[in-house]
């Protein structure tokens, strides 16, 4: 495996931890490195590249970015968000993964692309619930702030740093870990 491979590994699963936060933005930033040419993406994925993707996931971004403030839409948006980032954290890894074969991509895409941004998308849909069931709704543009500064932070990191991508969802994940840990139920004995 060469370092090129890995690191087309690390921006996948960096992108694919972003998708859990904000299901457009880590698409539009790589449709933005693409078509600036910042990162070559693989052959079948170029289109993501051109500045109809990058205007069409420039607006679904803006779009995503304020429903999250709006605290019974946010809700609605994260039932139908949850599916989405599983399919969107797989694409990203299958348009980034560079000289593997088909199988090992694909696979690695559904299990490290599409399982980090659904724990992370599902993890942040239970917090936004618990936040609207205990403030009202009153705290969830807060949560929105943080998830979608995460979510252009992991992105920017992704590209332009893949290792420290990578750190980053790893600590991301031992918090959300921890968290879940911390508040499941205590089995009785």
Same mark, same amino acid.
């Given at each position: 495996?060469?370092?090129?491979? !890995?690191?087309?590994?690390?921006?996948?699963?960096?992108?694919?931890?972003?998708?859990?936060?904000?299901?457009?933005?880590?698409?539009?930033?790589?449709?933005?490195?693409?078509?600036?040419?910042?990162?070559?993406?693989?052959?079948?994925?170029?289109?993501?590249?051109?500045?109809?993707?990058?205007?069409?996931?420039?607006?679904?971004?803006?779009?995503?970015?304020?429903?999250?403030?709006?605290?019974?839409?946010?809700?609605?948006?994260?039932?139908?968000?949850?599916?989405?980032?599983?399919?969107?954290?797989?694409?990203?890894?299958?348009?980034?993964?560079?000289?593997?074969?088909?199988?090992?991509?694909?696979?690695?895409? !559904?299990?490290?692309?599409?399982?980090?941004?659904?724990?992370?998308?599902?993890?942040?849909?239970?917090?936004?619930?618990?936040?609207?069931?205990?403030?009202?709704?009153?705290?969830?543009?807060?949560?929105?702030?943080?998830?979608?500064?995460?979510?252009?932070?992991?992105?920017?990191?992704?590209?332009?740093?893949? !290792?420290?991508?990578?750190?980053?969802?790893?600590?991301?994940?031992?918090?959300?870990?921890?968290?879940?840990?911390?508040?499941?139920?205590?089995?009785?004995?």
């Amino acid at each position: 495996m060469t370092s090129e491979t !890995i690191i087309s590994i690390f921006l996948g699963i960096g992108l694919a931890a972003s998708v859990g936060f904000r299901v457009f933005l880590p698409l539009f930033a790589l449709s933005l490195a693409s078509y600036f040419n910042v990162w070559e993406l693989n052959e079948q994925w170029l289109w993501i590249g051109s500045l109809a993707a990058v205007i069409t996931l420039g607006v679904a971004t803006i779009v995503e970015i304020f429903a999250y403030f709006i605290p019974w839409l946010d809700n609605l948006l994260d039932g139908i968000a949850v599916p989405m980032a599983a399919i969107a954290g797989t694409a990203v890894m299958v348009s980034t993964v560079a000289n593997l074969d088909p199988v090992i991509t694909w696979s690695l895409a !559904i299990i490290a692309g599409g399982g980090t941004a659904t724990a992370i998308k599902s993890a942040g849909a239970t917090g936004r619930l618990a936040s609207t069931a205990t403030t009202g709704g009153l705290a969830n543009p807060v949560v929105a702030t943080v998830e979608t500064g995460t979510a252009v932070v992991v992105s920017v990191a992704s590209i332009f740093a893949p !290792i420290l991508a990578a750190v980053l969802v790893i600590i991301i994940l031992t918090i959300i870990f921890k968290i879940y840990r911390s508040v499941r139920p205590k089995p009785k004995t």
